[in-house]
């Protein structure tokens, strides 16, 4: 009964709306702006929602609240798979802090100095990571 219980918590968590704080139209014009080069957002039926089909980075459909480096189309780098594997998410204040310094993000995340990211692009204003976010958290199902 009691996993059950556990799997119901766990599907709910991840079935229930992400409600993220920012300006979705800026965030969309922000996506083009900065994102698109090495990011898409395409749905499980491979609808391109937003990007072209860039393969630099991963996709990014449904990231909001999604488990760190947890695309398994894409090969991610040994530091945020390890970020991944502890449990990390894709909070909003997470996903902010992480496209303005990847590599310090990830230096704080694991309290390891040698932590290096591959993502070498920074967003440079607070508000556009964070209007990024919602916009992304908008486009999930």
């Known amino acids: 009964m009691m996993k059950r219980l556990g799997l119901a918590v766990v599907l709910t968590s ?6 993220a704080d920012g300006d979705v139209a800026d965030g969309a014009a922000q996506f083009i702006r900065q ?9 499980d039926a491979g609808n391109i929602l937003a990007g072209r089909v ?7 459909y449904g990231i909001a609240d999604r488990p760190v480096a947890s695309d398994v189309r894409f090969r991610y780098g040994d530091s945020i798979t390890l970020a991944g594997a502890a449990g990390v998410i894709w909070s909003q204040e997470n996903f902010v802090t992480y496209v303005q310094d990847p590599t310090k993000w990830l230096r704080d995340a694991l309290s390891d100095r040698r932590a290096r990211s591959k993502m070498g692009y920074r967003v440079r204003s607070d508000q556009d990571a964070q209007d990024i976010f919602a916009y992304l958290a908008s486009l999930a199902p």
Do not use: M, Y
């Open 14 to 19: 991840f079935s229930a709306p992400v409600f």
């Open 35 to 43: 994102c698109v080069a090495c990011h898409v957002v395409r749905d």
């Open 54 to 60: 860039a393969k630099v980075g991963p996709n990014l």
